[in-house]
C-alpha cells in the first residue's frame, strides 16, 4: 500500500541553525501539507501547497519557513533559522485531488532544538 | 474560525468497557469531519470519517455520526481492546481552508486487561 515517508526521524539542532525536513508523498496525489505537533498539544496545520505553489498558510508559518517541491518525488519544509520554541514533530501528508479525499500522513520527524 | 473540542483525557478503561469520546466542532459552511489515532511512537492515521450530516463513520468497531443540529461528532465503540490504547484526534477540514485539517486537542485512551 502506498504511503508518506519522512527522513529523517529524528533532528537535533542548535538554536539558529537550519534544518531542512523531507518528505516523499504518494505518488499520484496532488496535494502536499506540513503540520505540526508540539509536545502534548494538538496538531496544528502550517501550510499546503499545489502545482508547485503554496495554497494556503498559517499564522504559524512565518518567514522563518519555506517549502519547496525541488524534483518530482520531495516535498520539503525548511526552518531557516530554529529557535527553541520550534521542537516539535513535524507531519507530512498528502492528499489526491480537491475536494473530499482523505490526507494519508507520514510518521513525522521529531525535531530538537538545543 | 473554525475549531474542535474533545473531552480531556486521559481515558482509562478496562478491557470490554463501552467507549465514548466527545467531539464538538464550529465551523463555517460544511466541514467534512475526521477521527485520526495515534498509536504510541507512529504517525496519525485516519479511523474513520464523515462528508455530510447524518453520515455514519465505522471502521475496526468504532463509529461516530455526523450530527450537524448538536454540532458533534462523537467517537464510540462498543467493547474496547487493550490494542486500542492510543491518542484519539477529532478533526475538521472545510473547502475554504483550503481542506487544511483542523484538530482538537486529543485524547489519551488507556485500556488494561
Known amino acids: 500500500e502506498p504511503e508518506v515517508t519522512q527522513t529523517p526521524s529524528h533532528q537535533v539542532t542548535q538554536m539558529g541553525q537550519e534544518v531542512i525536513l523531507r518528505c516523499v508523498p504518494i505518488s499520484n496525489h496532488l496535494y502536499f501539507y506540513w503540520y505540526r505537533q508540539i509536545l502534548g498539544q494538538k496538531v496544528e496545520f502550517l501550510v499546503s501547497f499545489y502545482n508547485n505553489e503554496i495554497s494556503e498558510k498559517s499564522e504559524i508559518f512565518d518567514d522563518q519557513f519555506s517549502v519547496e517541491r525541488p524534483d518530482g518525488s520531495n516535498f520539503t519544509l525548511k526552518i531557516r533559522s530554529t529557535k527553541l520554541e520550534d521542537s516539535a514533530m513535524y507531519f507530512c501528508?498528502?492528499?489526491?485531488?480537491?475536494?473530499?479525499?482523505?490526507?494519508?500522513f507520514g510518521p513525522g520527524t521529531r525535531l530538537t532544538v538545543t | 474560525g473554525d475549531s474542535v473540542t474533545q473531552m480531556e483525557g486521559p481515558v482509562t478503561l478496562s478491557e470490554e468497557a463501552f467507549l465514548t469520546i466527545n467531539c464538538t466542532y464550529t465551523?463555517?459552511?460544511?466541514?467534512?469531519l475526521f477521527w485520526y489515532v495515534q498509536y504510541p511512537g507512529e504517525g496519525l492515521q485516519l479511523l474513520l470519517k464523515a462528508t455530510k450530516a447524518d453520515d455514519k463513520g465505522s471502521n475496526k468497531g468504532f463509529e461516530a455520526t455526523y450530527r450537524k443540529e448538536t454540532t458533534s461528532f462523537h467517537l464510540e465503540k462498543g467493547s474496547v481492546q487493550v490494542s486500542d490504547s492510543a491518542v484519539y484526534f477529532c478533526a475538521l477540514d472545510a473547502a475554504n481552508s483550503g481542506y487544511a485539517l483542523n484538530f482538537g486537542k486529543g485524547t489519551s485512551l488507556l485500556v488494561t486487561p
Open positions: 465551523a463555517t459552511g460544511y466541514p467534512s
Open positions: 501528508a498528502s492528499r489526491a485531488d480537491r475536494g473530499r479525499y482523505e490526507q494519508y
